[in-house]
C-alpha cells in the first residue's frame, strides 16, 4: 500500500510512545536498526567496543607484502621513500611460503585470508616475486577449505599486461584492485608521468576496465585536491562506457590527498562532482561513508595486529625472518 507524502511526514512529528502505539510495525523496524534507542545506551562506548571486536577478531588476516619498495611513478604526495632497483630476494619468497604455512597453522578460527600486495609497485617483479607467492599461497585453498581466500592489489595500474591477467584468472578466487587516478586526463598525467614523458592516464583506464572484464574487483581511488577537483567529473566520460554487467564489480572512492587537507574546504565541490557521477549511473563514496564503514572494515594501518601478540615463539622466529629479510638491490 503506498502512502501520501503527508502521510510519512506524520511519522516523524510523533513522540516515540505514540508512534509506537500507532505504527507498531515501523516502530519496531527502527528498533532494529538502532534509531530508535534506549535513552541509557551509551552509543560511544558501543562503538568502541564494535570496533576492538573487529580489531582483534582471530577470524581474519591480512598478509600484506611488499614486493618491491621502487615505483614507476613519482607522485608529489607519496610518503614512500622509493628505492630504485629494490626487489624482494628468492629467499625472502622462501620465508613468505613458511610464513603462510605457519599462519594457517597457528590461527585454527581463522574464516578469511587475504593476501595483499602494496609496495611501491607491486606489480613491478611480477613474475619473479608476486606470481610465485601467490602460486604458493593458492595451494592452501584445498588444504584449507574452511577458509575464504582472496588476494588484493595497491596498485598504480600502469604495468598491468595479459600475463598477468591470465595467471591472476586462473583461479576462481576472488580479487581486489585499488587503482588511483588523479583527476581528468591532463591533471592525472601531471602528476603520473610514465617513462619519456608519456602520460599514463589512458593505459590506467584500459586497465580498469580489462580487470572489470574478467569479473575482478576495482575501486578507483580518486584523488583530488582544491586545484584539481573540477576535473575528476571528466574521469565519468571515459568510464561511461563500461557495460552494465561489469560495473556491479566497480566502486568509486573519492579521497582529498592529505597535504591539501588543512588549506582547503571543498566540501561544496566535491558533492558537486560526486552529483556528475550518480547521473552517469555510478555510485560514488565520499569520506563521510569511508568513516562509517572504516569501523567494520578499517584500514591495515589502523587495524590492531593481534596475531603478532598472541602467537608462539616459532611464528615469532619465522616473523623475525621476514622483518630482518634485506631488499636485494641486485638486478
Not at 516515540?16 to 551509551?42: F, K, M, R, S, V
Not at 614486493?67 to 628468492?90: A, D, L, Q, R
Not at 597457528?106 to 593476501?115: A, C, R
Amino acid at each position: 500500500m503506498h502512502r501520501h507524502k503527508k502521510d510519512i511526514e506524520s511519522y516523524f512529528k510523533l513522540p516515540a510512545g505514540d508512534l509506537e502505539n500507532h505504527y507498531p510495525a515501523i516502530y519496531q523496524n527502527l528498533l532494529d536498526i538502532n534509531a530508535i534507542i534506549d535513552e541509557h545506551t551509551d552509543e560511544l562506548q558501543e562503538v568502541i567496543q564494535r570496533s576492538k571486536e573487529v580489531d582483534y577478531a582471530d577470524n581474519s588476516y591480512r598478509l600484506i607484502i611488499n614486493p618491491t619498495m621502487n615505483c614507476n611513478f613519482k607522485c608529489w604526495y607519496c610518503y614512500e621513500s622509493h628505492i630504485v632497483g629494490s626487489k624482494m630476494s628468492t629467499s625472502g619468497v622462501e620465508k613468505i611460503f613458511k610464513f603462510i604455512d605457519k599462519t594457517l597453522q597457528i590461527n585454527p578460527n581463522l574464516k578469511s585470508f587475504d593476501l595483499s600486495f602494496f609496495g611501491g609497485e607491486p606489480l613491478m617483479y611480477y613474475s619473479k616475486v608476486t606470481e610465485p607467492i601467490i602460486n604458493y599461497y593458492r595451494t592452501k585453498y584445498e588444504e584449507y577449505p574452511a577458509i575464504h581466500f582472496s588476494i588484493s592489489f595497491t596498485t598504480n595500474g600502469y604495468l598491468l599486461n595479459e600475463k598477468m591477467v591470465h595467471h591472476l584468472i586462473y583461479e576462481n578466487d576472488e580479487k581486489f584492485f585499488q587503482i588511483t587516478l588523479d583527476g581528468s586526463r591532463e591533471e592525472h598525467n601531471k602528476v603520473r608521468v610514465a617513462q619519456k614523458e608519456e602520460g599514463s592516464y589512458d593505459k590506467i583506464i584500459s586497465s580498469i576496465k580489462r580487470l572489470l572484464k574478467e569479473k575482478i574487483n576495482v575501486l578507483i581511488r580518486i584523488n583530488y585536491t582544491a586545484e584539481n577537483i573540477e576535473s575528476t567529473k571528466y574521469i565519468a566520460d571515459d568510464i561511461i562506457d563500461i557495460p552494465e554487467e561489469d560495473r556491479k564489480y566497480l566502486s568509486i572512492s573519492f579521497h582529498q590527498v592529505w597535504q591539501d587537507i588543512e588549506v582547503n574546504n571543498i566540501e561544496d565541490k566535491v558533492k558537486e562532482v560526486m552529483d556528475v557521477y550518480k547521473k552517469h549511473k555510478f555510485i560514488p563514496q565520499g569520506e563521510e561513508i569511508q568513516l562509517l564503514e572504516g569501523l567494520a572494515n578499517p584500514c591495515y594501518a589502523d587495524k590492531k595486529m593481534k596475531q603478532l601478540l598472541i602467537t608462539t615463539e616459532m611464528y615469532l622466529n619465522v616473523l623475525r625472518e621476514i622483518l630482518q629479510m634485506t631488499i636485494n638491490t641486485d638486478p
